[in-house]
């Protein structure tokens, strides 16, 4: 009896540890976890940033920049898993989201909804208490993503790229402005870099998951306008943040060299899609590179203002 009882609770607490894994994954999908982690990285920077201008420290304003991570984090994630939410008829014809609780079923669709109310709500609320300023760019970018793309152009324009990259080049405007006001030069700057950095990136993806789009019926450039026409697009977008780093000047000249020269790799990286006949290996390259490209520039502003 005592045998049987033990295998029971073994077999019981197996399940328990695979229904925990299971609701992790999911939080995990319908979070996009990784695309979160993207958005709150430049909300820290500018928050960092906007310290040291500033002449103070995050430790000086710990229950400010707590407001300001956890806000911005739950106002992102509620946008991110309404996309989810609303998206599920497309979710369901692409390969790399069939396994999302929404397809899935593993959460149903009216708990997604929810959350997502929830958790923006709660999100602006808690921005509320940092500035106005910081509430209202973080408005901008939910606004911008539920309404602008997700709602109106992803599943009708090519321009869907567009708008949905100006949604997340508000972050690090909302870390800075919750310690001082972001019309200064480094954060605009900041922005612009964001919001040209993810046009190439957004192609790069578009390409590798070109017959997924297709299929949804999703009009990404690639499949709209072909994969010349967005190589083209995707070298002029990288050759537009060459000036970007002359603006830097206040974080050193080191700084301004470096990125400068990591901008002229990257910018190589595109250019060599011209010679390449595998379009598709290139473009795994370039959203590779893309991310690498940055985590340096974000990690690299730190880094030079310790």
């Known amino acids: ?13 197996e399940v328990n540890k695979g229904k925990l894994a299971r609701l992790l994954t999911d939080v995990k999908s319908l979070t996009k976890m990784v695309v979160l982690i993207l958005n709150v990285l430049p909300v820290f ?48 014809e692409m390969k790399r989201t069939q396994s999302r609780p929404t397809v899935t079923g593993n959460i149903s669709l009216p708990v997604v909804l929810g959350l997502s109310i929830g ?3 709660i999100g602006f609320i808690m921005l509320l208490f940092t500035s106005m300023e910081a509430t209202l760019y973080a ?15 992803k599943r009708r324009y090519t321009l869907n790229t567009i708008v949905g990259s100006l ?24 922005f612009l870099l964001l919001f040209i950095w993810q046009i190439p990136h957004t192609f790069a993806i578009a390409m590798r998951r070109y017959d997924e789009y297709k299929a949804a019926g999703v009009p990404m450039l690639p499949v709209v306008q072909g994969f010349k026409m967005t190589k083209r697009q995707t070298v002029i977008y990288m050759a537009c943040l060459l000036p970007l780093p002359l603006y830097l000047t206040s974080l050193g000249l080191p700084f301004v ?50």
């Open 257 to 306: 060299i470096i990125i400068s020269l990591i901008n002229l790799a990257w910018l190589a990286v595109g250019i060599s899609g011209f010679y390449m006949k595998d379009d598709l290996k290139w473009a795994n390259i370039v959203f590779k590179t893309s991310l690498y490209y940055l985590m340096a520039f974000f990690m690299l502003m730190i880094v030079f203002t310790l």
């Open 139 to 153: 408005f901008v970018g939910w606004f911008t993503y539920v309404v602008l793309y997700t709602l109106w152009t």
């Open 167 to 190: 949604s997340g080049a508000v972050t690090p405007l909302i870390g800075w402005a919750a310690v001082d006001s972001a019309i200064h030069v480094v954060p605009m700057i900041m």
């Open 45 to 92: 920077t500018g928050f960092w940033l906007a310290t040291h201008f500033t002449g103070t420290s995050i430790t000086a304003n710990a229950d400010l920049f707590l407001l300001t991570i956890v806000g911005s984090t739950l106002v992102m994630a509620g946008a991110l898993m309404f996309n989810n939410w609303y998206e599920v008829d497309l979710d369901v």
């Open 119 to 121: 958790a923006t709500v």
């Open 1 to 13: 009896m005592e045998k049987a009882s033990s295998l029971l609770t073994s077999e019981t607490s």
